[in-house]
């Protein structure tokens, strides 16, 4: 799903507008605000729509921008806002997610901040996680030990930058109960897509509705309507009994939009917060990559020479946990087998050994061997391609070796007998046995 928005600057909520109101309160008041919060971290979905890159992995485990997992970009926001105590609540094949947050994440901890992995243990419920607001509540003992006054309600697999600092600047600002992330977007984008917000003028919320056929315009901007981002601000005195009464009925879906969104705004103080993006750029950036073909486009645009996601912004840095690896090597300048890389990123301990790379995303430790071609393609960590391929349209999971000659996006009908094959004509190869093979020399 492409969701590249031209931001939509002065329709902002009046609480952001009032930028003297803001700059009345002192840096250490903000700080403050940030230090009575934490953050629960959703990323224990299945990632159903991004089989078969899920098969082994959780989907916020997936990587994104040759060094990245797609968690990465959210943790990178919480640490960029000032939150330093966050949970994330795993559920589904998480071994390599749990993995990467202990080597790379958990050293952050000290001074009472932690990013802290919960699986499901059972203490409230029998059962798996069974919604959104579920997954909350069976954790329900390790938030209110922290005693906060807030609570941040985060999702693991969107690509965007975020200040959330700033919408706690709002929610406390408004006096507000629960304050709920929304990003404006073309009614025609939202139609069947996101849940839709109805706000009043003043930005309080009066409606919602899962996926509307017609969404409702906002008020605030002609032709668009309020998609809601999945982000939230619960007071915790407020969350702590909602979620206790959402549990004990029988009839609730236990999900955050679905049922405890529409069952609070008549009761409580409910706002929403428009998205203020920092990225940088003249157009906002939210992307949901829940689809192999939203995954591949969000890699693609990074390419790009100028893409709309930056990833070498130092004013809003992306942080990630990597082996050490050698430089990217290109070698033989030899006009029959060059190795060269055009408008691609290259991670480290990756070779080009006299192959051709253009417009492509490669990890750690590939080897693309000589007189073989890689376009327009994704290829994960330890990958091997072997002599006189063809790689086009493509993403390589982790430890493939593919055989010399390879062909792979050139006859979409042979490579559906082999692969999995999006409509769009993505092809996606994964790990098999009859792929695995020593690699070959260069």
């Known amino acids: 799903m492409l969701t590249v928005f031209v931001a939509p600057f002065l329709f902002f909520p009046p609480s952001i507008v009032r930028l003297s109101r803001f700059a009345s309160r002192t840096a250490g008041a903000a700080m403050s605000d940030m230090r009575d919060a934490i953050v629960v971290l959703l990323a224990g979905g299945q990632g159903e729509r991004l089989w078969p890159l899920t098969r082994d992995r959780a989907k916020p485990a997936v990587p994104f921008g040759a060094l990245y997992r797609i968690i990465d970009i959210t943790l990178s926001n919480c640490i960029n806002s000032n939150l330093r105590r966050v949970f994330i609540l795993t559920q589904y094949k998480a071994l390599s997610l749990n993995r990467h947050i202990r080597a790379g994440w958990s050293p952050l901890a000290g001074l009472g901040d932690y990013i802290e992995v919960l699986p499901p243990q059972m203490r409230v419920s029998q059962q798996w996680y069974q919604g959104t607001a579920d997954a909350v509540y069976q954790n329900i003992y390790s938030i209110g030990s922290e005693r906060s006054k807030f609570v941040f309600i985060l999702s693991g697999d969107h690509i965007y930058k975020m ?34 917000i109805e706000v009043d003028k003043d930005w309080r919320i009066v409606g919602f509705e899962e996926k509307p056929a017609a969404p409702k315009e906002s008020p605030h901007h002609a032709g668009h309507c309020n998609a809601s981002m999945g982000i939230y601000i619960f007071n915790t005195q407020l969350m702590i009994p909602i979620l206790l009464a959402d549990s004990e009925d029988p009839k609730s879906h236990h999900d955050f939009g679905k049922d405890i969104l529409p069952r609070i705004i008549t009761k409580h103080r409910v706002f929403a917060y428009n998205f203020v993006d920092e990225n940088s750029k003249d157009a906002l950036y939210w992307r949901d990559v829940g689809t192999i073909d939203a995954y591949y486009e969000a890699n693609m645009d990074l390419v790009s020479v100028s893409p709309v996601f930056n990833l070498y912004d130092s004013a809003w840095p992306l942080r990630t946990w990597q082996h050490q690896y050698p430089p990217a090597k290109f070698v033989f300048a030899d006009p029959e087998r060059m190795g060269v890389a055009l408008d691609s990123i290259v991670a480290g301990g990756s070779v080009i050994s006299g192959g051709r790379v253009q417009t492509s995303v490669i990890g750690n430790d590939v080897r693309v061997n000589s007189y073989s071609e890689v376009s327009q393609s994704i290829i994960y960590n330890h990958v091997n391609i072997g002599r006189h391929s063809r790689i086009r349209r493509a993403i390589i999971d982790r430890h493939v070796s593919l055989p010399e000659r390879t062909e792979i996006g050139y006859d979409l009908e042979a490579d559906r007998r082999r692969f999995h094959v999006t409509d769009s004509g993505i092809v996606v190869v994964v790990r098999q046995e009859s792929l695995i093979e020593e690699p070959e020399s260069t």
């Open 163 to 196: 200040n959330y600092a700033k919408m706690l600047d709002q929610h406390v600002d408004c006096g507000a109960d629960v304050t709920v992330g929304i990003i404006q977007i073309p009614v025609e984008q939202a139609a069947k897509q996101f849940g839709v």
